[in-house]
């Protein structure tokens, strides 16, 4: 259990003074309210007349029944330590997501007084409880399914996982992530839910893996495609003029050879006499 932290060791001596309880009473109801999101609280302390319940907005449960004023202390001290929660919280309460349906876990009675209890000031932060990376700050949600930890970091877009080892940093993207669970039939793939519906973990893209970065695939440009040069034509059905051909090749022959071709589209007109000439001394100078 983490240590109250000079702050939360001044809120005790507070509350404590207030209601004339001991500070081990209200230090007990403090990790109770804490371990229940600031709404509710399982206790059992002898100064509350050992075990009973609180809700906030609800049903206060003590074991003595009929003891109202009892009731009215745990209600009013619960309160107190709720509202000083809350003012000391530096990311929402572990659990604020809700699990899928068909998850088969809780994220709040999992994520609850494990590791989201450095997220308040009232509590000196435990640095071995912290699994991810520090560049990556105070996480919004944290939770665990299974053997399986994550933590969400909404402003940054990140999201850390973790089996026990290392941790996975996936990219979220543009989802706004609202939940986490697991796929339908008790397989391993873990699923959550954004404004886009139920999304597999998967389809994130990996940042690193095992504190290692992993670099984005690379695009491949597709390979080029050659095509086989045309012979000259004579002419197309609107009677424009073809392109002057063109010749690779400086053997004296072929160079003939497509003079004699060329001067053929000069005399029928399709090309010009200046078109001609220029490719005339474009192939005589191969020579």
């Known amino acids: 259990m983490s240590q109250l932290s000079q702050a939360g060791q001044q809120i005790v001596q507070e509350i404590s003074a207030r209601y004339n309880l001991s500070p081990d009473a209200v230090t007990h109801m403090l990790y109770a309210v804490y371990k229940g999101n600031g709404s509710m609280a399982q206790f059992s302390h002898p100064e509350f007349g050992g075990s ?4 906030r907005g609800g049903m206060t449960m003590v074991s003595d ?9 745990v209600d009013n001290v619960c ?9 000391h919280q530096t990311a929402p309460f572990a659990g604020s997501f809700q699990s899928q349906s068909q998850s088969g876990f809780d994220t709040q009675s999992q994520a609850a007084g494990q590791i989201g209890i450095n997220n308040n000031s009232l509590f000196v932060p435990d640095p071995a409880a912290q699994w991810w990376p520090h560049e990556l700050g105070t996480p919004t949600a944290i939770g665990s399914q299974n053997n399986m930890k994550y933590a969400y970091f909404a402003n940054s877009r990140r999201l850390a996982v973790t089996t026990g080892g290392k941790p996975w940093i996936y990219d979220t993207l543009d989802h706004q992530i609202g939940g986490f669970g697991q796929q339908q039939g008790g397989g391993s793939s873990i699923t959550f839910t954004s404004q886009y519906g139920t999304v597999n973990l998967s389809s994130l893209p990996v940042l690193s893996r095992d504190g290692a970065p992993v670099q984005p695939p690379q695009f491949q440009p597709p390979p080029s495609i050659s095509f086989p040069s045309a012979e000259v034509a004579s002419g197309n059905a609107t009677g424009a003029p073809s392109p002057a051909p063109t010749t690779s090749t400086s053997e004296p022959t072929d160079v003939i050879a497509t003079l004699e071709k060329l001067g053929q589209l000069r005399d029928k007109g399709y090309i010009s006499d200046e078109e001609f000439n220029s490719k005339k001394a474009d192939l005589l100078s191969r020579l």
Request: no cysteine; charged share 10%.
């Open 52 to 55: 009973g319940q609180w809700m």
């Open 65 to 73: 029944l009929f003891n109202n004023q009892l009731k009215m202390l």
């Open 79 to 87: 309160n107190d330590l709720s509202n000083a929660l809350a003012n």
